[in-house]
């Protein structure tokens, strides 16, 4: 009987440990439960499905940027623990080469083609986010210039990476059972447009008017972008003009990406 109670006691005790977990800083005791623990387990989950494996490191990638973010605004970042975030973040983008590997062996080109396009508009718009951070005087004690390399390292990597994948799609260009599903593909990615259009348009007037039109020019290029990619398909260029439909996603999620982070993190972006 005892030891059924101390059974029940230990699993409570490591539920409540494991919810505080999620809401820990890098700087917490709790963090590496979080980092190690809960997302860990959550990815053994996931394992067996490629694509999602992929867009939840990729969420974990997000979160490691959030920490080195916050914790410089809040001048609470020290060099041990940035290395230790950034390690963290480099395990996290070779689970998702790993992952598209696979999607390629089993080939599925497009849905590589979707994570490393998510991916690089993730790492893409946090460069630019990094630069924004770093501009803000808060006397810390730590330099963010050679994490910041690191990342444009990175994503030169995605980048090239994408390209590979695309000109794999380009060469081959035979997709006979995404060509019934594409037009729906279209009319989430517009969907999509319209939804950072909205968030543009309701945060533009607390930002610098510079700001203000590089943003609505972007949002006009993924418009364009993907006008073209409707005027594609249909012709013998599929490929292309699947590759032009997720330009257009990209360009539209990093821009959405800066305008979430600029609002969460309560900083207003340099002209």
Known sequence: MLFKY?????IVLLFLVSFAARFAGPNNILYPIKVNGNEVTWSLVVSAFPQTHANYQIERMSKRFSDVETGYLSSQMN?????????HL???ALSVKADTDTLLIDDRITSALEVLSHEEAV????MFLLGEVQKQDKRNQVNLEDFA?????????I???REGVETTLI???E???????????LFDISTYLDTVQAQFDAQANGLPSSYVEHVAAQLTTARDTLNMSRSEFGSDHFAESFIAAQRSYRIAEIEQILLQQFKELNITPSN
């Open 6 to 10: 101390s059974l029940v006691i230990f």
């Open 79 to 87: 060099p041990g623990t940035l290395f230790i975030i950034k390690s």
């Open 171 to 173: 060469t081959k260009n």
């Open 149 to 157: 390399l690191s990342v444009a390292d990175m994503r030169d990597g």
């Open 159 to 161: 980048s090239s990476q």
């Open 123 to 126: 790492v893409t718009a946090q």
């Open 90 to 92: 480099q395990d996290h």
């Open 175 to 185: 997709r006979p059972d995404l060509i019934a599903t594409f037009d729906s593909h």
